[in-house]
Each structure stands twice: as C-alpha cells, then as structure tokens.
C-alpha cells in the first residue's frame, strides 16, 4: 500500500457515489467505474428514445429527516435543485384534498396535531386511534422499536386496534411507498421507524423534498476525478483471500488497497466464486434476500390533471401521482411493491391509469392520454419483510473473510429500510471503515439523525 491509498469502487448508484465522494475528500485516490454510462443506478435517468427528454427511472422523493442524503447532497452542491414541500396532499376517490401541514414554530410532535385533528380524511375515531398509535410508537422508544422487528407490522396494528379503513386511508399511502412492501406485510421495526423520524421526533423531519431537475443533472458535477462509465469489470483480482483489484472486459487491471462492491447483491455474488464466499459470512445469506418491484408511468395528457405538485391516491392503480411540469399535463405516477404490475401489457396499464386520473380528478374527465411511458424496476428494493433484516451483510470483511473487500448498498446492515438514505448511509458507512483501516486520524462521514425535540423526549421517545 502506498501513502496514499487506491480505493476502487465498483458500481454508481447513490451508495457508490457517496462513498466515492467522501473518500475523495481525504488523501485517498478514488477510481469509481460504472457499467452503465449514466450516473445514479436505480436513482438515475434515462433517455426517452422516441422524444430524447430525460426521464427518472422513477420518482424519488426525500424527507427532512434523511439527514445522510442531504448531506450527500451538499458534499455534490446540488441541494437547491431541492423543492421542499411543507404539505402533504391525500387525495379520496371523490377528488377531495386532504393535506396534512406542520404548524410552523411548533416542535415535533406538536407541529402536526392541529392539522391531524381537522384531517376530514378520517372520522373521528379514525382521528383518535392513530393518535393513540402515534403515541404508543412515541413511547415504544428507538430501543423498543428494535425489539418489533422479528413480528409484522400488521400485527402490531391489529394489536392497537387500528381499523383497516384507518390503514388504507393513511398508513398504507404513507409506509408502502416509504418502504416498498405492503404495510402490514413489513416489519414493525421499520414501519415504526418511517413515523418516529418522519412524524414524531423533530419537526424538521416531515417536508418531502422533490428534485426539480432529472435525477442525472443532481451528478452532473461529482467531485470525483476519476469516474468512468460505460465501464465493466470482468473479475476481481485477489492474491490468496485478499482482493487485490479487477480486470476490465476490455482487459485493463486496476490495481487497488480495497475494493468497494457498490451494486445489487444479485451482482455482488457472480464476482465472488463459492469456494471464497464460504469463508465470508456477509454472502452466506444473500440469495434469501427477497427483491421487490417499483412501476413508474409517464403520463403525458392533452389537458392539465393535477393542480397540485403531489397527490397521494387513497384508491389505486397509481398510490401516488406527482406533477412533473408547470401546467400539470405531464404527470408521473407510482407503485411500490409492484409484484401483480410485472405481467401487465403496456397497453392495458396505461388504460387503468388513465380511468382512475379521469374518474379521481374532477377536471380531468375529459382528459386524453396523449403518449405513456412505464418503466417496471423489477429488483428495485429488498423486502423490509421481518424475516430478511437478519440477511442483510456488514459493509466491511468480518474476521477470516475477504480481506480489503467492502460492500454498499441499501440491502446492507445500515439501520435504514432500503431507501435513498439507506443507500447513502451504507456508502458511508464503507467509506468510515476504509478511512479507519487506511488513512491515519478518524474520519466519521456519518450524519446524525435529527434531535429529539422536548415534546417527544417527554412522551418516551
């Protein structure tokens, strides 16, 4: 190893472009290849091949409580390619808004009670029921919401007694598209996590926040000297159980201190041949990971259908519906955990979206579908399910594993469901261990969660 260590990463998704960006920032030389000749990964675009406009795999969208993410975001100066929005818009199957907003000034879980307590979108015993599950999440704490993760969520709601009107009306918009699975199927642990730091601990953790831009442009300046995309790797070089580089299809080795795997775990284990991975716990359990698909359909209409920057859809298809120029004629819509979607014709998708636009939208009756573009990502997560959390691997070698190799990915152990901060957390939590090994002093890139503020301190959480 030289005094300056040759870090390389392989795959550009956001957890290897967050590693990347953070071990560019100390002494150490960086290399991050990328198969495909576009940043971002799952959180990336693509060209339209019929117009040539740029359009996002699907639509992400972030909360303020993704501390690690805008962090990220910062370290690539993009964060004012950020919308913020203080409101969230439920939408019945009438066309009616419902929006949620946070009383500004008041700390967490104050900010939101006035607006819950005039929410139309639920009855009055709705109202209170989710008050009194709010409450017992607050009082749960971080370290009782650990202790849920072995049981389901819908277990937990069945045991506090929440309707199932209550659940589709207002824990299913908000956790199915969080966590990419249906709600009571997910574990509790995680589904109690997305309320206490989205809702419950600090004020600041409950804006969505929407790029105004297609994700690509948010990488359009990666402070990364060397990036190289349309780049693929062959094999990867190891002397006796140390990774030692990689091998280029096109024949070129990189030489490397460490290797970071930053893509899939479906992708990580061709790399890694069966005799070796015996030696590594962290590949003894991947295969059980369960993948979860995400559609997003591009709508373009002849006529504005959504006033609104955002909708969350109380009644299906489309869960979600989010407004992507000024006017409101093109809109994006979204459905997670998108397993009976995978077999649907083009055609007969792009119908059901539009009846359920025109039938929800009192303004959209007459509205024409004038083009359609669905993209289905089949391995968009794994299942937050609670049999899996258990099968997520470490970032770095265990003793007597692969030495010097490093793994990223929001399906590794980050404390996070797979998100866009889960995946961000995972690259730097890779990157802190190879600072740690390689570098001398302490680097820590991992950002804290928000505070608790006193309201919620006082209530248990």
């Known amino acids: 190893m030289t005094n300056r260590p040759r870090i390389l990463i392989i795959g550009a998704g956001l957890a290897g472009m967050a590693a990347a960006v953070a071990l560019e920032s100390t002494n150490a030389s960086v290399t991050l290849l990328e198969a495909r000749r576009t940043l971002g990964g799952r959180a990336g675009s693509f060209e339209d091949p019929q117009t040539g406009e740029e359009l996002d795999n699907c639509q992400h969208v972030l909360l303020g409580c993704c501390t690690n993410l805008m962090d990220f975001y910062k370290r690539i100066n993009v964060t004012h390619l950020i919308r913020w929005e203080p409101n969230v818009h439920f939408v019945d199957k009438h066309g009616h808004f419902h929006t949620l907003s946070a009383t500004p000034h008041l700390p967490a879980p104050l900010h939101l009670a006035a607006s819950m307590a005039k929410l139309r979108l639920l009855t009055l015993p709705e109202r209170i029921a989710f008050a009194r599950g709010m409450i017992t999440m607050m009082q749960l704490g971080r370290e009782g919401r650990e202790n849920l993760s072995g049981i389901p969520f819908g277990q937990w709601l069945d045991d506090q007694k929440q309707s199932a009107d209550l659940v589709r009306k207002l824990y299913d918009p908000i956790l199915i598209s969080a966590l990419n699975e249906e709600s009571r199927a997910a574990s509790a642990s995680c589904a109690i996590q997305v309320f206490q730091e989205a809702m419950l601990a600090h004020s600041a953790g409950y804006p969505l926040g929407l790029p105004n831009c297609p994700l690509s442009q948010l990488y359009a300046s990666l402070p990364v000297k060397d990036v190289r995309l349309g780049t693929r790797v062959a094999t990867l070089n190891f002397t006796n159980n140390t990774v030692t580089g990689a091998t280029l299809t096109t024949g070129e080795s990189i030489q490397a201190d460490a290797v970071i ?103 959209a009756r007459e509205a024409k579908l004038i083009r359609g573009v669905v993209v289905i990502e089949k391995r968009a997560t794994f299942s937050p399910a609670p049999k899996h959390e258990n099968n997520r691997p470490q970032q770095s070698p265990p003793q007597g594993g692969i030495n010097r190799l490093y793994l990223a990915g929001d399906y590794t152990k980050t404390n996070w469901p797979a998100t866009m901060e889960g995946a961000v957390r995972s690259g730097y939590l890779a990157a802190t261990a190879i600072a740690k090994k390689f570098l001398q002093g302490t680097h820590t890139f991992l950002r804290a969660d928000l505070p608790t503020q006193w309201p919620a301190k006082f209530l248990g959480l």
Do not use: C, Y
């Open 261 to 363: 795997l930053a893509t899939n775990h479906h992708t990580v284990s061709k790399w890694i041949d069966p005799s070796r991975a015996a030696t590594d716990p962290r590949f003894a359990q991947l295969d059980q990971l369960e993948d979860v698909p995400i559609l997003g359909a591009h709508l373009w209409f002849d006529r504005p259908v959504l006033t609104h920057s955002h909708a969350a859809l109380i009644e299906g298809p489309l869960q979600w519906l989010f407004r992507k120029d000024a006017t409101g004629h093109a809109v994006h819509g979204v459905i997670s955990a998108a397993r009976s979607w995978l077999n649907t014709p083009r055609e007969q998708a792009l119908a059901q979206f539009t009846t359920q636009i025109q039938s929800t939208f009192p303004h």
